[in-house]
């Protein structure tokens, strides 16, 4: 089994910056796609970046050059910058040990997920 960790989440004012980190443990051969999603009340949940142990990585379109997915010994990140009050949502790290490409962003195919930590974009 694989424990994910989030944190790094918080307010921040419309265009600035925030990076969130989760710590992965457990069978971390598991892990190897590891993605960020997102969750707004009412709103299903969607994906934002996936990062594989291989180093592809892959963005939704609406975070597309602002955002950075990467990962270290144990843990991922997702850098955010030039953020906006439509980023605010609650940030989940997921993992899985396989999925197609072209299902990478499909919420359904993750077998492991974290609490979630919220961020908050405003004046």
């Known amino acids: 089994r694989v424990h994910l960790v989030e944190s790094g989440g918080g307010s921040v004012q419309p265009g600035g910056s925030l990076r969130l980190s989760c710590s992965v443990s457990?069978?971390?051969?598991?892990?190897?796609?590891k993605a960020w999603f997102r969750q707004v009340p009412g709103k299903e949940r969607e994906g934002v970046a996936v990062i594989t142990e291989m180093g592809l990585t892959n963005y939704a379109h609406p975070v597309k050059g602002r955002f950075t997915i990467s990962r270290g010994d144990n843990v991922l990140y997702l850098h955010m910058t030039s953020l906006h009050p439509g980023d605010t949502a609650m940030y989940y790290c997921a993992a899985t040990d396989y999925v197609e490409w072209s299902q990478v962003f499909d919420r359904s195919k993750y077998d492991y997920w974290g609490q979630g930590t919220q961020v908050t974009v405003s004046s």
């Open positions: 457990g069978d971390t051969s598991s892990a190897y796609y």
